[in-house]
């Protein structure tokens, strides 16, 4: 790693900066094999047409649980390679097993990822959890070097409160969360720990108002920054780096331009079907989508076409990719 355990959280001010994307896995048709030649085509496209800053790999956008230990890291490996000098990465090391999480965390250490994710695991029997998930993340923290991000989302079926998430932000190596809550929980959050932990939300929708009223620096996201844009038409890029800049109207107006976009992919997407959604929008921006694995499903024919008819429509340019 490039600093020590003790410098994580200088090393995180510095290195976790800007749009920050969760990577989809694309699965080949049969849904038994990663499609690796499609996903480090990915990798290029986000970093050099796309100008993604990082990424979360091998995490829920990813279907991780639906893989093995070996295919999780083969992801950090093709992270690694492909990010190289060029952009960040966030491995995911979720698991409800604390020793999958360390062996995970040890693994990304090895391979020279900057940094890891773990999200808050679920917690049964228990009507009260905060002493429970400091010492999780204490014993995390413990064992490996790596700097750490916390994620808390209702899929945990709880939240942490922002207290918890501060007395946990004292641990040397724990850097950054990705709160998944309601916004006044985060803002109250960003004032209690300003230089000992980065506090970031996935929702495209609050991005750029946590710039302006928040100053944030940091985008946690998932899938937005690659359904969004195109190498042609970069404008979650451009209004992003209006408002780092203060040129604020400039960039409410740019982002409020990718409403059409916004709407057609919340208006065709299934309820029960968001990554497979995810993964034809992406097939129809020319980059690799590929097949879910169960227990998700996939869209029906009739599905596709006014997901497709959506897009048609919504104005973003979608230029092919080059193959791999």
């Known amino acids: 790693m490039p600093y020590h355990r003790n410098e994580a959280k200088e090393w995180a001010a510095e290195n976790m900066r800007g749009i920050w994307a969760a990577a989809l896995t694309p699965f080949k048709p049969d849904g038994l094999a990663i499609d690796e030649a499609g996903l480090r085509r990915n990798f290029r496209h986000w970093i050099d047409d796309l100008g993604i800053d990082g990424f979360f790999v091998a995490g829920k956008q990813g279907e991780f649980w639906s893989m093995s230990l070996d295919e999780r890291k083969r992801l950090m490996q093709i992270a690694v390679e492909e990010t190289a000098g ?57 064992e490996v070097n790596i700097s750490i991000a916390m994620w808390s989302h209702p899929d945990s079926g709880y939240l942490m409160s922002p207290e918890l998430c501060a007395r946990v932000a004292e641990l040397p190596n724990i850097v950054a969360i990705k709160y998944s809550v309601p916004r006044e929980m985060y803002v109250r959050l960003t004032e209690m720990t300003r230089g000992k932990l980065i506090v970031s939300t996935a929702s495209e929708d609050e991005w750029f108002d946590n710039i302006v009223e928040l100053g944030w620096r940091l985008y946690l996201c ?33 982002r409020d331009s990718l409403n059409p976009v916004r709407g057609a992919i919340a208006s065709t997407r299934p309820p029960e079907k968001p990554p497979a959604h995810s993964k034809y929008w992406q097939e129809l921006l020319g980059q690799a989508g590929g097949a879910v694995r169960a227990p998700m499903l996939e869209l029906t024919e009739a599905e596709k076409r006014a997901t497709k008819a959506a897009f048609d429509a919504c104005g973003l340019a979608a230029p092919a990719l080059a193959p791999a």
Do not use: W
Not at 133 to 140: C, K, N, P, S
Not at 224 to 248: N, S
């Open 86 to 142: 060029k952009a960040g990465a966030i491995m995911s090391c979720s698991d409800q097993n604390i020793d999958t999480v360390v062996e995970l965390a040890r693994y990304a250490e090895k391979i020279g990822a900057g940094s890891i994710v773990v999200h808050a695991p679920v917690l049964s029997f228990l009507n009260k959890r905060d002493e429970t998930l400091y010492r999780y993340y204490e014993a995390i923290s413990r």
């Open 222 to 254: 998932s899938s937005p920054p690659y359904l969004l844009q195109t190498k042609h038409d970069r404008r979650m890029l451009d209004y992003t780096d209006l408002a780092f800049a203060g040129e604020v109207a400039e960039a409410r107006k740019l």
